[in-house]
DNA sequence: TTGTAGGCGTTATCAG
DNA sequence: CTGATAACGCCTACAA
């Protein structure tokens, strides 16, 4: 296939295989004319080093890998875009990795890119048990192998690694109060999994800012979604259906804000309206709805850039400056201020 | 790091490496009795196999590239996860890619998977010149290494490999015709870049459509994007600023679709009553746009399995069937059908 | 500055 | 069925 080796540049340039090495490696201890005619060789041939072999012997690869949770979702997709902007403009490559919320194909893909030996892996974990999520046998092994590697937007509560996540209560707090404000009283939860951490975050800041508010917190109105489409939809039916008929809903993630919104369309309730709606993740899909979604955002920019900054310092056994990045939360009145008043289930009608 | 190699593993298990080596790849030449207590060893020790090592005498690494042109258009992440969920199911790993629209973003990558040694690469093209694109001089190379490679959605002109396509000339008649059968005459195109073959194809696409329908095709009515949202966005001010007032627009991807939207929303311009609009990709933020926009789509999930499938052809050097995708077209009818009569366009008055 | 000679971890070959 | 041995492509002492 790309049978040319090293040897053959050497033969064609006229040196030894470690001249040959030496320049392709920059190494200051060759003639300009060597390097002349290495370099030559390697244009003739078409040379493209073989990395396995090389990393083989040295160590370095330049390059890391990604692990994200689901490709198809905008968030993660912003954030690997920004990790892989920051990584390359620090010289690393990145390889990019979608676990598709599901942990063996987490494990697949970081024992295979271990066995590959990137220089460090930013990982989005999936957890197996309860509460933030619990490692894999896997991940242990990973972990226990010292790659540098660092968590981004999940955590694992018993795995230590640096990690980069966000705080979601601050904008919590500021959109149950502007709920409240607007009359709202009981506002309902459709939260994620139990397996990763950010549906418990946003879950505990979700009562915590209930509380805040003054508002009481009730078990009864927090759905167990799994922050994809399909729950989403699931979600939005129990809403409509809640014998509570809550007036307002806090949605954990775009993904299923929009299951729910499809939901509600196709049972033509009326969102904003008969109900209000506040959803994690600002993506086009829920400003261009009509009425555009109140949402809670994070800056993935920004959370790319710290996990990036982060693994370089593990790599380097810096020191790395622990970060902790805030969601915002942008109000959009058409929605989030619809009084209660015209919501159908404080009538007790509801399709 | 991960120090514990094959060697460790035999000793351990009272066998030689080669034995060891075995076991570990399934050579049916093991007795239950070596299998047992290799299996026991690895286990004690937690020993995962160096894949670079392994590739180096083998040659297969069960991995495949696949390098897309944006990870945030979500035409591009559904085909990821498409080619992503297939390969899965031959037994293929697979590491993405991000150009970024970005030739020399494509090149890095490739150049370092090809050095990595996939088993081969599914790669969205990122082209250099005129027409369908030309292919830089590392794609050239990566060509010439005969590496199993396989185009999908876009090709080069001046590069053979086997490639996938959609075909969108059937889409477009069916649009321009339920655009003109509802009194359009004056349609533009915001079109895609030079480099891209598939924007090319769309605009051919839409020619051929409007003379098929007995309109007349005008090079100013076409508007030359980039198939990112900031394009769309000039492309919007573009149309509302037309001296020939077209009354319908059709855009050619999602992304400058939904930078476009903004921008009509900004300057209150009215989307379907206004002028119609149809765009390319059906994604959700063209869905929940109000009103909905009509969209022309591929199945990107038959694109990856037809992608993943060709390429497996590739590398067991079998003949792939030419495949052809066609696209399909959906047509949501509160706007594709918004009568001219309506349009700010045609009575001269324009924000 | 250069060449020679190992060795990185694994698997293919060949003899037993 | 097993074990020794060589080789994959590259890098790096070490010696020249």
Do not use: C
């Amino acid at each position: 296939m790309n049978a040319v080796t090293i040897k053959d540049v050497a033969r064609i340039a006229g040196v030894s295989p470690a001249t040959a090495s030496r320049v392709l490696s920059g190494n200051p201890a060759t003639s300009p004319e060597a390097r002349a005619r290495v370099e030559a060789a390697v244009e003739e041939l078409g040379f493209l080093p073989n990395a396995q072999a090389r990393s083989l012997r040295s160590t370095k690869t330049d390059s890391i890998a990604l692990l994200i949770s689901d490709v198809r979702n905008p968030y993660f997709s912003d954030l690997a875009h920004a990790v892989e902007q920051h990584a390359r403009a620090a010289g690393l490559m990145t390889f990019i990795g979608n676990a598709n919320e599901d942990s063996a194909q987490q494990d697949d893909f970081l024992a295979t890119m271990l066995s590959r030996r990137v220089d460090g892996m930013i990982v989005v974990p999936q957890g197996l048990g309860e509460q933030a999520g619990t490692a894999t046998s896997m991940m242990r092994r990973i972990v226990d192998s010292e790659i540098p590697m660092v968590f981004v937007d999940r955590t694992l509560h018993d795995i230590a690694v640096p990690n980069i996540t966000a705080q979601s209560r601050e904008a919590l707090n500021e959109a149950i109060a502007a709920l409240k404000s607007n009359g709202h009283r009981r506002i309902a939860f459709i939260g994620g999994p139990k397996h990763a951490s950010t549906a418990l975050e946003r879950h505990r800041a979700f009562d915590a800012a209930l509380e805040a508010n003054g508002l009481p917190t009730d078990a009864a109105l927090h759905f167990a979604g799994d922050f994809r489409t399909a729950s989403g939809a699931d979600g939005a039916r129990w809403f409509l259906a809640h014998p509570l008929a809550p007036s307002a809903v806090i949605i954990a993630d775009a993904p299923m804000a929009i299951g729910a919104l499809k939901v509600w369309r196709e049972l033509r309730a009326k969102v904003g309206t008969d109900f209000s709606v506040v959803a994690f993740d600002e993506v086009d899909a829920l400003l261009m709805h009509d009425p555009p979604i109140a949402t809670i955002s994070h800056n993935l920019e920004a959370m790319g850039r710290a996990a990036v900054q982060a693994l370089l310092a593990v790599i380097r056994q810096e020191e790395a400056d622990p970060l902790e990045l805030v969601s915002s939360f942008t109000l959009r009145p058409s929605v989030a201020t619809a009084p209660p008043e015209n919501a159908v289930h404080t009538e007790g009608t509801r399709p």
